[in-house]
Structures are given as structure tokens and as C-alpha cells.
């Protein structure tokens, strides 16, 4: 089987694994993740195929959907690819890269790193903010039905990745405790570059939401 056979399988896979997931993290945004990291992946030197792969798997099983079992997504993963003759050494390099891709709070070091893992994370990354991500951001707080925003509910900079992981403060705070860190936390110049430009528009969104919330325009 060719890569581009097994690409085209792998999109198959991940199309009808995610048919019913939470919009945030369907199809389509493994679709918008794969895009991104192609096109960060122009000016890095990486493995076009182990990309690919990675990125089209990377939120096959998110922990969020499966109790936090973040065992769940490599597992998966690994079978599907093993099932499709792929090389083994293949294999667990996209499975480190599904084991090490998530925030996870943004505390905690990575115990893998590889030039394919950045382009990932970064065209993950990417996703999470902007003007998709600000969607992705409230669609997600409305599937948990958090709180939009609660003046008196203020940012838990500090977090352990358990208290991310159980965290249900109200949306907005979710842009102070990750999406706002992102953009300096972005692996490559093109990811940086990008990033900066999505930052810059999801400051402008906060400025906007909180003089309607004060009622002052």
C-alpha cells in the first residue's frame, strides 16, 4: 500500500470515527489541523508522511470525550495503523506525537519532541485561536453549559493538569488560562508568524465583548 493510500484511508477512518463528535473537535478540525501543518511543514525539514499521519490522528480520541483517559487516543491509533501494515517505527512515532501534542495546562514538559511533533502542535495550536477558535472556544463551553463569563470568577493561572482537566470556569476564562498563551508558545517561524495575527484578533474580541458587557456601546 502506498502512503497516499494510506493517507486516503486514514481521512476515511477519522471522517467516520468523529461523524457524531463535538463540533469543535470533528472532522473539520482535524481537516483545518492537517491543512495547517502542510502548510508549515513547506519550510521545515520533517516527514511528510509521519505529518500527515499525526495530524489526521492526533484528536482520534480526545481524553476530554473518554472519561480523561488519555490512553485511549494512542491505542486507537496504533491498532488502526498496525491493521494497515505501516512501519512500526512509523507508528510510534505518531503515537508519541498524539501522547505529547495536548496543553495539558501548559505546566507540564514534553517526554518526546521531534521536528514532526512542533509542526503538529503548532497546526493544532493554531486552531485554537483566532476567530475559529473563539467559536471553537464557546461551542465547547456551551456543549459543557459553562458560564459564558462571571466577573466573579476570576483566571486560575496556576493550574495542575488535573485541575485543567476538571476545570469548569466560565468560558472567557479559558482565553487567560490557554488560548491568549499560545502564541508564545508556537514552535516554528511560520506557526509564530500566523499565531501572531490570531492573537491579535482575539484581543480585540475581548476588548469588544467587555464594553458590551458593561454596557457602554
Known sequence: ???????????????DTLIDAEGGHDW??????YKNALLIAKKEKVDLFIVSLGALLHDIADSK????????????????????????????????????ISFKGGHEAQKFKSAELDVIQDADRLDAIGAIGIARCFNYGGFKNREIYNPDIKPNLQMTKAEYKASNAPTINHFYEKLLLLKDKMNTKTGKDIATKRHDFMTLYLDQFYTEWEGLS
Open 65 to 100: 470525550f473518554h472519561d480523561g483517559d488519555e490512553t485511549v487516543g494512542p491505542n486507537k491509533a496504533r491498532q488502526f495503523l498496525f491493521n494497515l501494515n505501516v512501519d512500526s517505527t512509523v507508528i510510534e512515532h505518531v503515537v508519541k506525537i498524539i501522547e505529547n
Open 28 to 33: 473539520f478540525h482535524i481537516e483545518r489541523v
Open 1 to 15: 500500500m502506498t502512503s497516499e493510500q494510506i493517507i486516503n484511508k486514514t481521512i476515511d477512518f477519522v471522517k
